[in-house]
C-alpha cells in the first residue's frame, strides 16, 4: 500500500492533502461545536451541513469541466486557497466574538462550492501524476487518510 509514497509528486501531494483534510475534518467540527454551544439547535446543525453538502452537488458538474478544462493544480491550489482564507475568517470572527449562525451558513456554502471543484480536479490529476501499477496503492492511501482524518478529528474533539 506505501509504494506510491515512493513517486515524489504523489508523495508530496498526497502529504499536503492528508494535512488539508485533517484541517478540514477539525473545522467542520468546530463549526458543529460552536453551533451547539451558542445555539444548542439540532436543526441549525443540520442546516450547516445542508449548506455545505447542496452547493458541492449542484456545482461538482462544473467543478467537473473546470477540471477537463483548466490546469488540475491551479483548480487545486485555487480551491485549497480559498478554503484556507475562509477558515481564517470564520477563526477571527469567532476569536473576536463576531461569529454569528449566518456566517457559519455563508462560509458552509462558499466551502462546499469550492469542494465542488477541488474533488474533480483531485481525481482527474491521478492519471497524469502516478504511473499505473502504482494506482491501487495511491487510491488505497487517498482514502485511507480520508477516513483517518475525519478518526482523528472526531477523536481530538473529545
Do not use: C
Not at 509514497?5 to 498526497?14: D, E, I, V
Not at 467543478?63 to 477563526?91: E, F, H, N, T
Amino acid at each position: 500500500m506505501l509504494r506510491s509514497l515512493s513517486h515524489r509528486p504523489f508523495a508530496l501531494l498526497w502529504g499536503g492533502q492528508a494535512i488539508s483534510r485533517l484541517g478540514d475534518s477539525l473545522y467542520r467540527i468546530a463549526l458543529l461545536w460552536w453551533v451547539k454551544e451558542k445555539t444548542g439547535s439540532a436543526a441549525i446543525m443540520g442546516t450547516v451541513f445542508v449548506f455545505s453538502l447542496v452547493p458541492m452537488l449542484i456545482f461538482l458538474l462544473i467543478g467537473g469541466i473546470a477540471a477537463d478544462r483548466l490546469p488540475r493544480l491551479r483548480v487545486m491550489l485555487g480551491s485549497d486557497v480559498l478554503r484556507g482564507v475562509l477558515i481564517l475568517g470564520v477563526a477571527f470572527l469567532a476569536a473576536t466574538d463576531q461569529l454569528v449562525v449566518w456566517h457559519i451558513y455563508a462560509a458552509s456554502l462558499i466551502f462546499g462550492f469550492v469542494e465542488a471543484f477541488f474533488q474533480p480536479a483531485y481525481f482527474a490529476i491521478m492519471p497524469d501524476l502516478i504511473p499505473g501499477e502504482l494506482r491501487p496503492s495511491a487510491n488505497a492511501l487517498t482514502n485511507l487518510s480520508g477516513q483517518f482524518a475525519v478518526l482523528l478529528a472526531q477523536h481530538w474533539a473529545r
